[in-house]
């Protein structure tokens, strides 16, 4: 009976050790690691995805720990080639600002995070993942969170969740994170952002962060309102 409890911690012990979990107090600490060493120069629109080993993630993501883990990526170089519409491409993390191109006539714009998922298996996401060490867990940011009119729109042309879905090597401990919501969804009625952030959070967990402070945006498939209530930015852009 003994051997049989004991291989029994062992084998719960060996789930717990494969699948961490990535708490709140983590995700905000690596967050706000990355606004403060890396992307503190960005004042628009921008979106990341970055990486961590399994090590790192059941370690808890410590400032000794991003320190090392992010220490090859240069903020002056990714600053550099984000605000030239380049994708920066590191070790750890993919960094990518909006850009603008012309059909027809009408000018359009590729978000962030459709850039940085885009073409279909060979995105800067699907070559970080495939290249250097192995994905334990990931977080993926964008400034402000993905639009109901085209990131999170289930079935649209330029939306994030398809795209998602042919990452090789996403990990299971994987978030998404914004700090503002989008303003022209705050004029939306709340349920069609509800439902459009639901189809994103069934595939990939969906938080707010401020600084080091990250909520979830739902519990038990339960709408957490201060997620999409609070303070918005004041100037945004025109997408």
Known sequence: ???????????????????????????????NYIQQHLTKDFNYQYSYFVKFTEEECNRG???????????????DTIYQQVDDYHIYE???????????????????TLHPEYRLLNPDFHSPISRLLTDGLFAGCSIFYTFFS???SKCSLPDGNYNI??????????????????KQVYQRDTKQPSMVVW?????????????RCSENNCVQCFKNDIPQYH?????????TLDF
């Open 1 to 31: 009976m003994r051997h049989m409890i004991l291989a029994a911690l062992c084998m719960w012990s060996c789930i717990m050790t494969v699948t961490p979990l990535l708490t709140e107090e983590q995700i905000g600490r690596a967050t």
């Open 61 to 75: 993501l410590t400032y000794d720990i991003l320190h090392k883990a992010l220490k090859g990526e240069n903020a």
């Open 90 to 108: 590191g070790k750890r993390m993919v960094v990518s600002s909006y850009d603008t191109f012309e059909k027809s006539n009408k000018k359009h």
């Open 146 to 148: 993905p639009c109901t």
């Open 161 to 178: 969740i398809d795209k998602l879905s042919t990452i090789v090597g996403l990990p299971k401990d994987r978030v998404f994170i914004f």
């Open 195 to 207: 439902d459009s952030w639901k189809s994103l959070n069934n595939y990939i967990r969906l938080l």
């Open 227 to 235: 997620c999409y209530t609070g303070s918005q930015q004041s100037k």
